[in-house]
């Protein structure tokens, strides 16, 4: 099972990121995304059931981020950022995951490498 995060970079306030996360070998019931700023604990950003396509996210990023898949990348579309959405984001994937633990990272068994995100000021 390989999850490969990419698209990451330097951007300004107000801009927008995409970033991609390859998944093969392997099936997921959700896909998520992580991230993780430097003296801080990784911190749960959305979350995609991969049957149904249903979407979640943490508050801090809900209306400035879409989470979405095709048949084997997932995609995060994260707008407006902020200074304070610089961090290394990580996509993880859950096939046994549930839904009251979505936002528990330790409820995805594989993970991919991180992608860094700087949004300047």
């Known amino acids: 099972v390989q999850l490969q995060a990419s698209g990451g970079g330097l951007v300004q306030t107000g801009d927008s990121l995409r970033l991609s996360c390859a998944a093969s070998?392997?099936?997921?019931?959700?896909v998520g995304w992580f991230r993780q700023a430097p003296g801080k604990e990784r911190e749960f950003v959305s979350t995609?059931?991969?049957?149904?396509?249903r979407t979640y996210y943490a508050d801090s990023v809900k209306g400035r981020f879409t989470v979405s898949r095709d048949a084997s990348t997932v995609y995060l579309q994260m707008s407006s950022l902020e200074p304070e959405d610089t961090a290394v984001y990580y996509c993880?994937?859950?096939?046994?995951?549930?839904?009251?633990?979505?936002?528990?990272?330790?409820?995805?068994?594989?993970w991919g490498q991180g992608t860094q995100v700087t949004v300047s000021s």
């Open positions: 993880a994937g859950g096939a046994g995951t549930i839904l009251s633990e979505i936002r528990n990272p330790r409820s995805y068994n594989h």
């Open positions: 070998g392997g099936t997921f019931r959700y």
């Open positions: 995609i059931n991969w049957n149904s396509r």
